[in-house]
């Protein structure tokens, strides 16, 4: 979304420019067509110039909610990669059946952990696991209110591209329309 960001960005400046330099083409066109339009253009105040940005276009900012959610996201890589299950060796063998047979014994104690230690250890195990998954969803959720944001200011530079895009074109046929008559 960034890098499509930029480009629609880079597509507005080369569409202003296309505009500006047709109003040039119209002062020019008017001082040929006649003397009239040549005084005209003389006293008349020529359009503001923009400056040529250094180094080509300047640089694509995404919206600010999207970035944090990107550091956030590229903080904790190493820490889900580290931890996530299909990246690393669990040792589960035994574990289930442990599981199952230590909580039918233990089931009559409600307690916030079983007093029995290997399940007392599965159930934190379980806890944790849950944690982490918690922390992921809370990441991705970040990250897609943050793209909803970057797809709602995109959505506006599209509107407003396309109306300055649909301007451009008649101004182009009108234009050329003049030069045909010339």
């Known amino acids: 979304l960034v890098r499509q960001g930029e480009a629609l960005k880079r597509t507005e400046q080369m569409v202003d420019k296309m ?5 040039t083409s119209q ?3 008017n001082s040929i067509k006649s003397v009239w339009g040549g005084l005209v253009n003389y006293f008349k105040a020529k359009p503001p110039e923009t400056k040529p940005e250094q180094n080509g276009t300047p640089e694509y900012y995404a919206n600010s909610r999207l970035k944090e959610a990107m550091m956030s996201s590229k903080e904790q890589e190493s820490k889900y990669q580290e931890s996530h299950p299909n990246l690393r060796k669990l040792d589960n063998s035994g574990l ?5 047979t230590e909580y039918l014994v233990s089931s009559v104690q ?3 952990y079983p007093k029995n230690q290997h399940l007392r250890a599965y159930h934190q195990k379980i806890d ?7 922390s992921g969803l809370s990441r ?3 990250l897609a209110l943050g793209l909803q944001t970057e797809i709602d200011e995109q959505d506006d530079m599209l ?3 396309t109306k300055k895009v649909e301007t451009l074109d008649v101004n ?3 234009t050329d329309k003049k030069v045909r008559q010339l």
């Open 140 to 142: 991705l959720k970040n």
């Open 110 to 112: 409600r307690d916030s």
């Open 128 to 134: 944790n696991n849950l944690d982490e998954m918690s």
């Open 159 to 161: 509107d407003r591209l």
């Open 96 to 100: 289930l059946t442990l599981f199952y």
């Open 27 to 29: 002062r020019h066109i």
């Open 19 to 23: 505009d500006q330099d047709l109003k």
């Open 172 to 174: 182009i046929k009108s």
